[in-house]
């Protein structure tokens, strides 16, 4: 069961109405589109961003739908709106590059725009904790020499926070957890070329050229080996995502 099938089944017959896509991208506009919605309206802070989402969509976006370029540092960002259902798709994380320590204002930002159901979409960190395998030990590989290259090129990565974090967080935020599930991840080709890539565009940005030598010789060596030890073991297995649903009290 896909993150997205597992939020419609604990929908279940409750309409979805008025939509927020709190932190939208292609795959969560093209859902969000699929759903029957009274309204959809996505947010990204990235103009770039924006415009995939609005190229994936295209013609499926309604008169009544929106998608809206903004921050969720700004106050004025659809103040006093209320939405049936909204979902935050890796939002927790993201946000960190627009709006770095924001993620437990940003749940508070959200509880007034709520009014049946939010779920977050996260991803437990992979780059701390135990890694007592071959393959968490080459997803921490990667995810680190990742963020050292964005870090160089003056970018800020994203922070993920696990799933406790979030429970947490949310109780804080004056919401009422209904549900809490993980899913086990296995990364396969596409996710190594996706975050080595990532770092590959960045090489170009960081100030001391033989540093990002060493860096372009690294991300190759370890794209090399990842894609072996994926072939070897049919995917990279460490970590979770997770889903949570919650209701406003």
């Not at 309206?41 to 994936?56: E, K, S, Y």
């Not at 990667?142 to 003056?154: N, P, Q, T, Y």
């Not at 990364?187 to 090489?203: C, I, P, S």
């Amino acid at each position: 069961m896909s993150l997205f099938e597992h939020i419609e089944a604990l929908q279940g017959d409750l309409p979805w109405g008025r939509f927020l896509d709190a932190g939208t991208g292609v795959n969560s506009c093209l859902w969000g589109m699929g759903l029957a919605t009274e309204a959809w309206t996505g947010v990204t802070a990235a103009a770039g961003h924006a415009d995939q989402v609005g190229a994936a969509a295209g013609a499926r976006l309604r008169p009544q739908d929106r998608l809206v370029l903004g921050n969720w540092v700004d106050p004025g960002l659809l103040e006093g709106e209320v939405h049936d259902t909204v979902v935050a798709d890796y939002l927790i994380g993201a946000v960190e590059g627009f709006a770095p320590y924001f993620q437990r204002t940003l749940l508070h930002r959200l509880k007034p725009m709520t009014r049946r159901r939010l779920y977050v979409v996260g991803l437990d960190p992979y780059i701390v904790g135990p890694a007592d395998t071959d393959e968490a030990r080459m997803v921490r590989r990667i995810g680190r020499l990742r963020d050292a290259v964005l870090l160089m090129a003056d970018e800020t990565p994203y922070r993920e926070y696990p799933a406790e974090w979030t429970l947490n967080a949310l109780a804080d935020s004056g919401f009422r957890v209904l549900s809490a599930r993980r899913f086990p991840n296995r990364y396969k080709a596409k996710w190594v070329n996706g975050q080595l890539d990532m770092a590959v565009r960045r090489l170009p940005r960081i100030a001391d050229r033989d540093l990002a030598g060493r860096l372009t010789d690294a991300v190759a060596e370890v794209r090399q080996s990842a894609l072996r030890l994926c072939a070897e073991r049919k995917g990279l297995r460490h970590g979770a995502d997770y889903v949570v649903a919650c209701e406003p009290r």
